[in-house]
């Protein structure tokens, strides 16, 4: 790892990467960059400068002030209110659950009994 001393450096992508090598790509990657206008913070070193060198027509660097920057939080958004949900109207409890298809069958079984006595 890198030591508390150790410099830091803001790296900022300004340009997009899709048109670029593989290899440019894979090291906006590497440095943590994903998206234009995004900003990482990288130690200082031989190794992070050497990264910042291959892809320096995409990106723009400057030094950190001592204290670590942090991005803002977003603010938090409140939790939709759930709706009220509709009363469902239930079957009286006095009714058997056959009664309903009993009385469909009755009227159907007189009319046939009524056509035979017609005839």
């Given at each position: 790892?890198?030591?508390?001393?150790?410099?830091?450096?803001?790296?900022?992508?300004?340009?997009?990467?899709?048109?670029?090598?593989?290899?440019?790509?894979?090291?906006?990657?590497?440095?943590?960059?994903?998206?234009?206008?995004?900003?990482?913070?990288?130690?200082?070193?031989?190794?992070?400068?050497?990264?910042?060198?291959?892809?320096?027509?995409l990106?723009?660097?400057?030094?950190?002030?001592?204290?670590?920057?942090?991005?803002?939080?977003?603010?938090?958004?409140?939790?939709?209110?759930?709706?009220?949900?509709?009363?469902?109207?239930?079957?009286?409890k006095?009714?058997?659950?056959?009664?309903?298809?009993?009385?469909?069958?009755?009227?159907?079984?007189?009319?046939?009994?009524?056509?035979?006595?017609?005839?």
């Open positions: 790892m890198t030591d508390t001393n150790t410099p830091m450096l803001l790296i900022t992508q300004v340009k997009s990467g899709i048109t670029q090598t593989p290899a440019a790509r894979k090291t906006l990657r590497a440095l943590g960059l994903t998206k234009i206008g995004s900003t990482v913070q990288q130690a200082d070193i031989p190794t992070t400068r050497g990264m910042i060198r291959a892809v320096r027509h990106v723009t660097v400057e030094v950190a002030p001592e204290k670590p920057v942090q991005a803002p939080k977003p603010a938090e958004k409140e939790a939709p209110k759930e709706a009220p949900k509709a009363a469902v109207k239930a079957a009286p006095d009714t058997p659950k056959d009664a309903p298809k009993a009385a469909e069958k009755a009227p159907k079984a007189a009319p046939k009994a009524a056509a035979k006595e017609v005839k």
